[in-house]
């Protein structure tokens, strides 16, 4: 066989930093975790009621990946652009049908994310029963930090996790309040899809998500792993 022939360059491989190292991490898909947090899942108008309920997600594409530090434009076809503060998991090894002991394994490290949305988009959505994409998987709507190989840091079940505006501290929880936990989280994800190397777990936000307009600097930090900054730039 020769070497594939394409009609034009084929899409690039979407990758982030990693700290420490040279070598970048490729991502393969994007998972988002919804409602994982009470008090958000309760000013959603959802609450969750964990012993009847089960975790669910939605997914974005690797190239709506951003690098912390960027200036976005204020996305096309929405009035209602929010911020969703969130620790991401980053899997480094494969694993299906997992038990909640093998986290450790998959992990290969952690990240500070935002998962910006289309607000009105997405509530639109939610409320006709359709798919949430024209909310979440839009151009420029995952936004990481650099990866931080777990280390020391082991499982993480506790941490701060915050948010600000201009610097004005809208979001401010600890991991330790996620409804599902990393654990149960890859034991769930993994009933479903075979999780490979590459898969980054956003997993999900708490409470105090709201509107940006440009000309804002969001700026947030998870505990043990970092910060992220992002800029709104003005629309297309
Ligand atoms: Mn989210």
């Known amino acids: 066989m020769?070497?594939?022939?394409?009609?034009?360059?084929?899409?690039?491989?979407?990758?982030?930093?990693?700290?420490?190292?040279?070598a970048r991490y490729p991502i393969n898909r994007i998972f988002c975790v919804g409602r994982n947090y009470q008090a958000h899942a309760v000013e959603m108008g959802?609450?969750?009621?964990?012993a009847s309920m089960k975790p669910f997600y939605f997914t974005k594409s690797?190239?709506?990946?951003?690098?912390?530090?960027?200036?976005v434009p204020y996305p096309a076809g929405t009035a209602n652009y929010h911020y969703e503060m969130e620790l991401v998991v980053a899997i480094g090894a494969a694993g299906f049908r997992v038990g909640e002991a093998d986290a450790r394994r998959?992990?290969?490290?952690?990240?500070?994310?935002?998962?910006?949305t289309r607000r009105d988009l997405q509530l639109v959505a939610r409320e006709q029963g359709r798919p949430w994409d024209l909310g979440k998987d839009f151009e420029k709507s995952?936004?990481?930090?650099?990866?931080?190989?777990?280390?020391?840091?082991g499982v993480l079940s506790a941490g701060a996790i915050n948010l600000q505006v201009n610097g004005e501290t809208k979001q401010s929880a600890d991991i330790g309040q996620l409804i599902w936990n990393i654990p149960?989280?890859?034991?769930?994800?993994s009933k479903f899809y075979h999780l490979e190397?590459?898969?980054l777990i956003y997993t999900g936000t708490p409470e105090g998500?709201?509107?940006?307009?440009?000309?804002?600097?969001?700026?947030?930090?998870?505990?043990?792993v970092g910060d992220i900054a992002l800029t709104i730039g003005q629309p297309e």
């Open 209 to 224: 998500v709201g509107p940006v307009k440009p000309g804002d600097r969001i700026t947030g930090h998870v505990d043990g």
């Open 2 to 22: 020769s070497e594939a022939n394409y009609l034009w360059n084929p899409p690039p491989v979407h990758s982030l930093p990693v700290r420490g190292s040279t």
């Open 62 to 71: 690797p190239s709506t990946i951003v690098e912390s530090g960027a200036t």
């Open 46 to 50: 959802n609450p969750i009621d964990k």
């Open 106 to 116: 998959l992990i290969y490290g952690y990240a500070a994310g935002l998962d910006m």
């Open 197 to 199: 190397p590459g898969d």
């Open 142 to 153: 995952a936004v990481c930090s650099e990866i931080v190989p777990i280390g020391n840091l």
């Open 184 to 189: 149960e989280l890859l034991a769930d994800l």
